[in-house]
Nanobody, 124 residues
């Protein structure tokens, strides 16, 4: 059973930075994909970024390109989301998700395991 635990959320002013962490456990993650999604109240869950665990290949939503960076530490089974130049519209509950496949996807329904989420609030 895969377990994902997010941390690092908080309140930050517009233009500020936060780093989210996702601790993964329960299996070997080589060749699989981990992703970050976010969901604001009343809105659908939205893709943010994804990373291939084995090779480190990444993919980003257009709305965060150039501002967010996803990375992983294989030795620690950790995935990170560095968020810079934050905007009020980035305010959401951020989730870490794991897919039992090597293929990238921006569709939340294709991910098999989810963390509980960490809240990010950006004030203007």
């Amino acid at each position: 059973q895969v377990q994902l635990v997010e941390s690092g959320g908080g309140l930050v002013q517009a233009g500020g930075s936060l780093r989210l962490s996702c601790a993964a456990s329960g299996r070997t993650f080589n060749s699989y994909v981990l992703a970050w999604f976010r969901q604001a109240p009343g809105k659908e869950r939205e893709f943010v970024a994804t990373i291939n665990w084995g090779g480190g290949r990444t993919n980003y939503a257009d709305s965060v390109k150039g501002r967010f960076t996803v990375s992983r530490d294989g030795a620690k089974n950790m995935v990170y989301l560095q968020m810079n130049s934050l905007r009020p519209e980035d305010t959401s509950l951020y989730y870490c998700a794991f897919r039992l496949s090597s293929g990238f996807s921006t569709t939340p329904q294709l991910y098999d395991y989810w963390g509980q989420g960490t809240q990010v609030t950006v004030s203007s």
